[in-house]
Nanobody, 122 residues
């Protein structure tokens, strides 16, 4: 069982930066791939970024590629999402997720956090 708690969301102006954090409980954190999804009002939840259990493999959605960096610290049971050059269209609730085996871009993940709101003003 893995429990996830996100933090770091907030209100930022366009062009600004935010770093989201996701703290995980459970001794098996390092065995799980980790990911970030987001969901804007009236839209489906979409994949943002994912990282393999060892951190050696990362995957990004085209919409954030080049502007975002996912990383993890297995010693701290924490995964991060650094977001730069934020745009109003990045506004959404951001969710942390964990799953066994590999990163996938569908919502087929085993564990989810409660989400953190990111709002980017123009």
């Amino acid at each position: 069982q893995v429990q996830l708690v996100e933090s770091g969301g907030g209100l930022v102006q366009a062009g600004g930066s935010l770093r989201l954090s996701c703290a995980a409980s459970g001794r098996t954190f390092s065995r799980h791939a980790m990911g970030w999804f987001r969901q804007a009002p009236g839209k489906e939840r979409e994949f943002v970024a994912g990282i393999s259990w060892g951190g050696g493999s990362k995957l990004y959605a085209d919409s954030v590629k080049g502007r975002s960096t996912i990383s993890r610290d297995n010693a701290k049971n924490t995964v991060y999402l650094q977001m730069d050059s934020l745009k109003p269209e990045d506004t959404a609730v951001y969710y942390c997720a964990a799953r066994s085996f590999v990163v996938v871009t569908t919502p087929a993940w085993d564990y989810w956090g409660q989400g953190t709101q990111v709002t980017v003003s123009s």
